[in-house]
């Protein structure tokens, strides 16, 4: 019998392509698999990708979702609670049914679930005699925090409702380096977030397979605490191995949105290490004034940039520049809005990479040994910022002024440390060391692989054996 998986991603970019390269390493093992989306993001997929990038091993379906507008908390919190009705416990079990009727031969043989959408799914798996596993595409230290947040508590670092007692920095974690008071993650999203955090945490802890978007070189001491109570196993970076070995090929990354890859030609007519890129992922939203600031900071800078401008990354409105921005940067700027972004932080033309801190950037960055400089936004993207640029030295922060807008100045300063002095260089030889690391976790014998394997024959086992 062939292994049958059905992968259950979260709604959302940052969450559907790690679940997706995951789904090609299972599919390169002989499984099967089953990718279910929401209908919105299903219907983008095809749209945004040719017919023929899927594998035909990977079965994409659907159920009908869409997220609805979410531009206050409470409506993030609907949206969030939307999603779990939608594509709850009872949506996934008639899922099930259905493929297991149609499948006479190939039946389900185990269930892996994002960690955000794994909630009620544990006795599922259990009435339809499956294993499930979570995937959590973020970071250990994010499960971490949410996970030991009684310690917290008790240790007095922060109030039972999830608000940090003082306002510096503070080892919230023992395992953990000291963190920003507004690092926490849920702060963002209140009370709400805190709890949905609280909540996941405790579900998913009686969970055998929790699998992490992460390798041990770079969270040990988060790991090798949390390994105390929990299954972990950081089984990344999860990058498409085209990207690591040159002879490779996979066909298995469709993205929500079409990639613009003229800018790859673009890029192939820049120095070596000479281009900065910016992108703020699939999320990261500017006001007028913010997107004014970067544009002079990018003016100033002289340098050649690649700029991702999202339809959506001004609230309500195309994105305004600056009078006479385009035309002044027309020989040495493109840009683009959606990248192909592996392929854009592989070329050997890119010095930097200006992130929003998703994690997904952050491993892509890693891996391929980008420096980056720092502009978290929300969620999990502060800590990732704290890791970055206070654990491993890989970037830079860029700081906001009292009104939130990091000023074109703060900007070029960056830009020049980064690139020009003796502290940009120590970051840069970083950079290039780790990504040695990352890519060797994930060869044969590595911690990544060996994880993977782990999580490859349980899988693999039958149920009766
Ligand atoms: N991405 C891309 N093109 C872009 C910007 C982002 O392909 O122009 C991809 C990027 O490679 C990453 C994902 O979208 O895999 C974004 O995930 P991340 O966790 O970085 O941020 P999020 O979108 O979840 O905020």
Known sequence: MVPHALLIPFPAQGHINPMMQLAWKLVSHGFLLTFLNSDSNHNSILKANAPNSLHDNIRMISVPFEFPVMDTLEGVGNGMDAVEKCMGPSVIDRVIQEINAREEENKLTCIIADAWMSFGLHPLATLHKVPLAVF???????????????????????????????????????????????????????????????????????????????????????????????????????????????????????????????????????????????????????????????????????????????????????????????????????????????????????????????????????????PMLCWPYFADQFINRTYVVDVWKLGLPLDANSQGIREKEEFLKGVEILLESEQGLEIREEARKLKGIARDTIKDGGSSWNNFNLFLTAMKRQPNE
């Open 136 to 370: 959590h595409t973020a970071p250990v230290s994010i499960f971490a925090i949410h996970y030991f947040i009684t310690n917290m508590v008790s240790l007095g670092v922060v109030s039972s409702d999830g608000i940090p007692k003082q306002d510096q920095k503070t080892k919230y974690l023992p395992s953990m380096p000291p963190l920003r008071s507004g690092d926490l993650p849920w702060l963002w999203g209140g009370e709400y977030f805190f709890r949905k955090g609280t909540r996941m945490a405790q579900e998913i802890k009686h969970i055998k397979w929790i699998l992490f978007n992460s390798f041990l070189e770079i969270e040990a001491p988060v790991v090798e605490t949390l390994s105390k109570e929990v299954g972990v196993y950081p089984i990344g970076p999860l990058i498409p191995p085209e990207f690591l070995h040159s002879t490779a090929s996979t066909k298995v990354l469709p993205s929500l949105r079409k990639h613009e890859t003229e800018c790859l030609q673009w890029l192939d007519k820049q120095c070596t290490h000479s281009v900065i890129y910016i992108s703020f992922g699939s999320t990261g939203i500017m006001s007028e004034k913010q997107v004014e600031e970067l544009a002079l900071g990018l003016d100033a800078t002289q340098r050649p940039f690649l700029w991702v401008v999202r339809s959506d990354l001004m609230k309500g409105s195309e994105a305004i520049l600056p009078a006479g921005f385009l035309e002044r940067v027309r020989d040495r700027g493109c840009i683009v809005s959606w990248a192909p972004q592996l392929e854009v932080l592989s070329h050997p033309s890119l010095a930097c990479f200006v992130t929003h801190c998703g994690w997904n950037s952050v491993q892509e960055s890693i891996t391929m040994g980008v």
